[in-house]
């Protein structure tokens, strides 16, 4: 079973909302064995692949914040990087292989995640789209590609990069530009950082600018929520996600006592919280498309309308990336 986003928080009920994301593929905990260990070529044989996704997953960051349970690793040895690459690459060449007649396949979407691609060199994120382009035939040009990014990986030649590959969104991640709140996220970053990245992602006139924020970080009030969201509005980005904070097990923030939906006081601060931000940015000439995301209403398009990567299927690169077909992931 799946579940959309709602655009709102349900009602507090005495049971905290916020303990889990909900995405729309199986949880990890509805995994199994397989009884045998199908061939690739199998699964892929009967499906549609007219209209794909495509995801390339790098697992490094030059942090790990406080709430991040995703998986990464924190810096990368000399070479690591590369041999990366080259494990990439060869499963890049195996899943392609798999995929059958190479005028049967295309792809709709593309997307770069992590960890933080943009933590990998101007020239290590040229072989990416190679990866991308020439062993999976994807047209990094004629598709959407987003791809996130850090304050302090979003250089300009990495931008440049990406905006002569053909990358239509840039993702940066802020979660707030009050010093206090990103050290209590343990997120060490410094505003004028940020405010860099930002010129320096608009300078590089990529299409779709979206900056993530998180609400219901220790000592957040209404009004430093209303600070950071001006903040960012500053900029006019085409989008903007906002986030509630999870204490998620085994992340640094994990020592907070209220961890696990004990604190109603934080449940209530937080759907405050959002709808402040809610509010703020409908006012601002913002559509909600779900909970967390809100589009500018004259944003470029990202794609149809009617792509679903849950039925066109979706090829996922990399450590810390799933594939999934419609009846299998």
Same mark, same amino acid.
């Given at each position: 079973?799946?579940?959309?986003?709602?655009?709102?928080?349900?009602?507090?009920?005495?049971?905290?909302?916020?303990?889990?994301?909900?995405?729309?593929?199986?949880?990890?905990?509805?995994?199994?064995?397989?009884?045998?260990?199908?061939?690739?070529?199998?699964?892929?044989?009967?499906?549609?692949?007219?209209?794909?996704?495509?995801?390339?997953?790098?697992?490094?960051?030059?942090?790990?914040?406080?709430?991040?349970?995703?998986?990464?690793?924190? &810096?990368?040895?000399?070479? =690591?990087?590369?041999?990366?690459?080259?494990?990439?690459?060869?499963?890049?060449?195996?899943?392609?292989?798999?995929?059958?007649?190479?005028?049967?396949?295309?792809?709709?979407?593309?997307?770069?995640?992590?960890?933080?691609?943009?933590?990998?060199?101007?020239? $290590?994120?040229?072989?990416?789209?190679?990866?991308?382009?020439?062993?999976?035939?994807?047209?990094?040009?004629?598709?959407?590609?987003?791809?996130?990014? @850090?304050?302090?990986?979003?250089?300009?030649?990495?931008?440049?990069?990406?905006?002569?590959?053909?990358?239509?969104?840039?993702?940066?991640?802020?979660?707030?530009?009050?010093?206090?709140?990103?050290?209590?996220?343990?997120?060490?970053?410094?505003?004028?950082?940020?405010?860099?990245?930002?010129?320096?992602?608009?300078?590089?006139?990529?299409?779709?600018?979206?900056?993530?924020?998180?609400?219901?970080?220790?000592?957040?009030? $209404?009004? @430093?929520?209303?600070?950071?969201?001006?903040?960012?509005?500053?900029?006019?980005?085409? $989008?903007?996600?906002?986030?509630?904070?999870?204490?998620?097990?085994?992340? &640094? =923030?994990?020592?907070?006592?209220?961890?696990?939906?004990?604190?109603?006081?934080?449940?209530?601060?937080?759907?405050?919280?959002?709808?402040?931000?809610?509010?703020?940015?409908?006012?601002?000439?913002?559509?909600?498309?779900?909970?967390?995301?809100?589009?500018?209403?004259?944003?470029?398009?990202?794609?149809?309308?009617?792509?679903?990567?849950?039925?066109?299927?979706?090829?996922?690169?990399?450590?810390?990336?799933?594939?999934?077909?419609?009846?299998?992931?």
């Amino acid at each position: 079973m799946t579940t959309a986003e709602p655009l709102a928080p349900e009602p507090l009920t005495g049971v905290s909302p916020y303990q889990h994301y909900v995405y729309a593929y199986p949880h990890k905990t509805a995994y199994r064995p397989l009884p045998a260990r199908p061939l690739l070529s199998d699964l892929w044989a009967a499906e549609p692949k007219d209209a794909l996704s495509l995801y390339l997953h790098i697992p490094f960051c030059e942090v790990r914040c406080g709430f991040c349970n995703l998986f990464t690793r924190i &810096g990368a040895p000399d070479g =690591l990087t590369g041999a990366y690459l080259d494990a990439l690459e060869r499963q890049a060449t195996t899943v392609r292989d798999a995929l059958g007649e190479s005028d049967r396949v295309r792809f709709a979407t593309a997307a770069f995640g992590g960890g933080t691609p943009t933590f990998l060199t101007a020239g $290590e994120l040229e072989r990416l789209c190679d990866i991308a382009e020439h062993r999976m035939g994807a047209d990094l040009r004629a598709v959407p590609l987003s791809v996130e990014a @850090s304050p302090a990986t979003a250089t300009a030649d990495r931008l440049a990069v990406l905006a002569e590959r053909g990358a239509t969104r840039l993702s940066l991640g802020v979660q707030s530009f009050v010093g206090t709140e990103a050290r209590a996220a343990v997120r060490p970053q410094r505003r004028a950082d940020v405010e860099t990245a930002l010129g320096r992602i608009r300078d590089a006139r990529i299409p779709v600018l979206n900056i993530d924020l998180i609400y219901g970080i220790d000592g957040q009030s $209404e009004q @430093s929520w209303l600070h950071s969201l001006d903040a960012a509005l500053a900029w006019r980005p085409e $989008e903007l996600y906002l986030y509630p904070l999870y204490v998620r097990p085994l992340t &640094g =923030l994990d020592r907070r006592a209220s961890a696990g939906g004990s604190d109603p006081a934080w449940d209530e601060q937080r759907l405050t919280l959002y709808r402040t931000g809610r509010d703020h940015l409908l006012a601002h000439g913002y559509t909600q498309q779900s909970m967390r995301m809100f589009r500018r209403a004259d944003a470029p398009p990202q794609g149809a309308d009617d792509h679903a990567c849950q039925t066109d299927g979706m090829i996922g690169l990399g450590c810390g990336a799933r594939s999934y077909t419609a009846e299998l992931h």
